[in-house]
């Protein structure tokens, strides 16, 4: 499992003004990296999303298969992070019903 603070960091997202809504900076092959993850879906064990990035270092190349598999990686580590935290919300898109941890 990638590790928060090293692999990956989370932030505020710049471009918002919820201050729920967060950004992860990227580290190692995409150092520097700033984006943040959208449409998220959890469904049985498959895990779908899109990422739209905010900041891109010149000469890094995001149109690729290894970057496509490392934001699934990153993805996964921050999900069961906060899940174990009980510090995530979830949203089902069927009935709109919102499960948090407090």
């Known amino acids: 499992m990638l590790v928060e603070g090293k692999d990956y960091y989370l932030t505020v997202d710049p471009k918002s003004s919820n201050p729920d809504d967060w950004s992860v900076i ?5 150092d520097r990296v700033v ?3 959208k449409e998220i879906t959890i469904k049985g064990e498959a895990l779908s999303f899109s990422f739209e990035a905010q900041y891109v270092p010149e000469g890094v190349d995001l149109d690729t298969k ?9 993805l996964n580590s921050i999900l069961e992070t906060h899940h174990e935290k009980k510090a995530m919300i979830y949203v089902s898109k069927e009935t709109g019903e919102t499960i948090s941890y407090e």
């Open 35 to 37: 984006g943040r993850y």
């Open 66 to 74: 290894e970057f496509e598999t490392y934001l699934g990686f990153v």
């Open 26 to 30: 990227l580290t190692g092959s995409w």
